[in-house]
């Protein structure tokens, strides 16, 4: 019964602001979550004020119909992230989707309440439009799960709920975004380069192509390198370039020192 103590960071690295509600990590209604399958989005129906004013709510239910935490994550108006529970919240209720128990969908699905009144036209922020999918896309990136393993609570329980409501473009718009951020948009991380890099290490067959490989790679990274957490990321990448350099090297004769060099003559052009 895992708990997700990975999203603050998850959320942080792809360039988001975090708010850690304390005791986060070990909160979760009777325990962790199960497998997670995908990731279930909210609107809180909240004050229309304020930043995030629904996370008391979040945090102390309403027992015993809805007893707490009733949210692993929150989205204030800002476009601030807040982790609240890393186990298991109470979030979806009844309904279905195909892949999941029916009724059971708070073990597999990671529930994020957004602060909206929930008004049927969409009284979302410019921040909100921009922090939602790209922080759910950080998600999905993580548990290496695509853009339509984002649902709205309406397609979970569509005779009860609406949320969340007014979105520009609706939920094929909400995951187009999302699919764009992993498309795109996102710095690669050093899980992502290891995973590329072990990808691309099965195609090598001969110094030419470990040469395009490393060039390729670099390439691959370039987002990264201009990104707010573009030190981190440079540290990533060259740790895996020096990992494959030796791996290659060894295997196909290739002088691992000429490989470094050229992709770090490579990289001083870019
Ligand atoms: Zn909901």
């Given at each position: 019964?895992?708990?997700?103590?990975?999203?603050?960071?998850?959320?942080?690295?792809?360039?988001?602001?975090?708010?850690?509600?304390?005791?986060?990590?070990?909160?979760?209604?009777?325990?962790?979550?199960?497998?997670?399958?995908?990731?279930?989005?909210?609107?809180?129906v909240?004050?229309?004020?304020?930043?995030?004013?629904?996370?008391?709510?979040?945090?102390?239910?309403?027992?015993?119909?809805?007893?707490?935490?009733?949210?692993?994550?929150?989205?204030?108006?800002?476009?601030?992230?807040?982790?609240?529970?890393?186990?298991?919240?109470?979030?979806?209720?009844?309904?279905?989707?195909?892949?999941?128990?029916?009724?059971?969908?708070?073990?597999?699905?990671?529930?994020?309440?957004?602060?909206?009144?929930?008004?049927?036209?969409g009284?979302?922020?410019?921040?909100?439009?921009?922090?939602y999918?790209?922080?759910?896309?950080?998600?999905?990136?993580?548990?290496?799960?695509?853009?339509?393993?984002?649902?709205?609570?309406?397609?979970?329980?569509?005779?009860?709920?609406?949320?969340?409501?007014?979105?520009?473009?609706?939920?094929?718009?909400?995951?187009?975004?999302?699919?764009?951020?992993?498309?795109?948009?996102?710095?690669?991380?050093?899980?992502?380069?290891?995973?590329?890099?072990?990808?691309?290490?099965?195609?090598?067959?001969?110094?030419?192509?470990?040469?395009?490989?490393?060039?390729?790679?670099?390439?691959?990274?370039?987002?990264?390198?201009?990104?707010?957490?573009?030190?981190?990321e440079?540290?990533?990448?060259?740790?895996?370039?020096?990992?494959?350099?030796?791996?290659?090297?060894?295997?196909?004769?290739?002088?691992?020192?000429?490989?470094?060099?050229?992709?770090?003559?490579?990289a001083?052009?870019?």
């Open positions: 019964m895992p708990y997700l103590t990975w999203m603050a960071d998850v959320l942080r690295d792809a360039g988001l602001r975090v708010v850690e509600v304390d005791g986060w990590q070990s909160r979760g209604y009777r325990g962790g979550m199960s497998d997670v399958r995908g990731v279930l989005l909210h609107h809180t909240g004050a229309p004020t304020g930043n995030f004013p629904s996370l008391g709510f979040l945090l102390s239910g309403a027992p015993p119909e809805k007893p707490p935490p009733l949210a692993n994550l929150g989205l204030a108006r800002d476009g601030t992230w807040y982790t609240i529970a890393a186990g298991l919240a109470n979030h979806a209720g009844r309904g279905r989707l195909p892949g999941f128990p029916v009724d059971r969908g708070n073990p597999h699905l990671i529930g994020v309440e957004a602060e909206s009144t929930g008004a049927d036209h009284d979302w922020t410019q921040a909100q439009v921009e922090s999918p790209h922080g759910v896309a950080a998600l999905l990136r993580h548990l290496g799960l695509p853009a339509d393993r984002a649902f709205a609570h309406k397609e979970w329980a569509p005779t009860r709920k609406k949320d969340p409501a007014g979105w520009p473009g609706g939920i094929n718009g909400f995951r187009d975004t999302v699919r764009a951020h992993l498309e795109d948009d996102m710095p690669l991380s050093d899980q992502d380069i290891f995973r590329i890099w072990d990808f691309k290490a099965h195609e090598l067959n001969n110094p030419a192509t470990v040469h395009s490989a490393a060039v390729w790679l670099v390439g691959a990274n370039m987002a990264a390198w201009q990104s707010a957490g573009a030190q981190k440079i540290a990533g990448l060259r740790a895996a370039v020096e990992k494959l350099a030796e791996a290659v090297g060894a295997a196909q004769g290739v002088n691992p020192d000429d490989l470094k060099k050229a992709i770090s003559d490579t001083d052009r870019i």
